[in-house]
């Protein structure tokens, strides 16, 4: 029987709109799209995705249990059931989150942008920082966000290939934290760099085997190989968002500085990045350099 001390308050699944949306934006890219099997897979799309990154890992397959959904807050974490088993739990928010930001970075970086697109953007990411810290903005943040995916298309193919990297590397920090045996010491920023620094190896397993997994749900090819420095500056700017707002960052969060898990991070993945990751690592980095400018101003 399947422990319950981690179910989700409920869960958002595939609707006829949300369907005929994507069908016609693949439409728009020349991509095929097969409605009945992305209807099956937006079902359990995480649990897909961390099934096929524990095996990519070549990790026992039944020593995690894994669960989203949509929770009460946003973000991820780890802990063990009433029976004693590791859960990780993604919030599905949380999910969307990444793909949203990871989108407006990619916008940022790939478009000369008129002052109302710009005005717009800055309206995004406010409504998108808001809602890590009141999740109940779910649905007014993916209406703001809406016209942005709509009207950059053609920038889907490297923001979601980024959001699956984030996506991936956070599923492996909370990996890392089972395998250091952090769930049962006192929740500390020192063990959140250690889990940082194998979740950076990790990841790094992972791209090293997109040869082998590019037909898997956890295939992160070789130029989305910076996506967790990606990550990171984009919660750096988080940060710094919430400080303009007046708010300590350490009431909306247990984790050390962004700053300072990008220098952990930065450790292992800079080394094995090739010149097309470094690549969009400079531009990416260069478009949120940008985009602080807008938001903070």
Known sequence: M??????????????????????AIAKDLGEEFDR???????????????SDLVSVLNLPPDEYAFKSGIYSGVGTFVALSSDGQPHIVMDMVFDFWLFATA?????????????????????????????????????????K???LLLDYKESLNLSSALARGMTIFVMCHEIAHCHLGHLDKPQSKSIELEADRLASEFFIRVVDAAPHSVKTTAYVDAKIAAAPIILM??????????ETKGVDISSVSSHPKAKDRTKIISEVILPRLDEKAAYILDGISKS??????????
């Open 2 to 23: 399947e422990n319950d001390d981690f179910e989700p308050i409920f869960r958002y699944l595939a609707t006829k709109g949300s369907l005929d949306l994507s069908e």
């Open 36 to 50: 009945e099997s992305v209807a099956k897979l937006s079902e359990r799309v995480l649990e897909q995705t961390f």
């Open 103 to 143: 989108h407006i970075s990619t916008i940022v970086a790939s478009h000369i942008l008129e002052d109302d697109a710009r005005k717009y953007i800055k309206e995004t990411t406010d409504e998108l920082f808001s809602l890590l810290i009141e999740s109940n903005r779910f649905r007014k943040s993916r209406e």
């Open 145 to 147: 966000y809406l016209p």
């Open 233 to 242: 500056q984009l919660l750096s700017l988080y940060e710094e968002w919430v």
């Open 288 to 297: 949120l350099d940008d985009l602080k400018k807008l938001i903070l101003a």
